[in-house]
């Protein structure tokens, strides 16, 4: 993929500044309390899912200690994991905690994620290239870069959530975000569907509502 030349850590953050406009549009304070396009959560829930679970989170695994896990190799190989290890009670808890980072309110939540951004881009900046984490909880192990792209999937399809949620056109997230997105979501279809299932989807009318990427 081209978009290492980019930087896949300059690239996070630039899509985490478009995430931190997102959350502080006023449209989404208004709409706070309203259910989001996501079943089982308010549009409050879904904006603190992605500001935690898309960018500040990554310096939580930062500063947490490297458990003895499976190491996966990709962005591609991690959710396809996760896929397999996820219940409905983690599921669950995903949605608790988007809506409790929530309760905070729309202001300071915007505040918050605006000062755990600086953080994690200093941080990033100063990491070294073979940097490891523990993440999913510590069941899994992943090297930051790969764990990046991950990141920049949930920025980038949680974004368009958000946006469907308050009725509004997606925000504009930059190309090689774009690219990453499309990359990693062909090689998850790969890995969760079979061939002639990704053929049809890319290719032919869809015989299907949905493929089941993620």
Known sequence: MTTDLFGIRALFVETARVVRDAVADPAVGERWDAPSVLEGQRVGGLAGHLARGA??????YLDAALPD????????????RLMDLSTESDHRAIRER????????????NAELAAKLEVVAARLAA??????????GGQLTISLDEYLKTRIVEQVVHLDDLARSIDREPWTVPAAAEAVVLHEGVD???R???FNEMLRALYRTRLDPALPVL
């Open 69 to 80: 896990a499976p190491r996966v190799e990709s962005a591609a190989e991690y959710f396809a």
């Open 127 to 136: 990491e070294p290239e073979e940097r490891f984490l523990g993440v999913a």
């Open 188 to 190: 998850i279809g790969s």
């Open 192 to 194: 969760r569907s079979s």
């Open 55 to 60: 960018v500040w989170v990554v310096v939580d």
């Open 98 to 109: 988007g809506a409790e980072v929530a309760a905070m309110g729309h202001a300071a939540l």
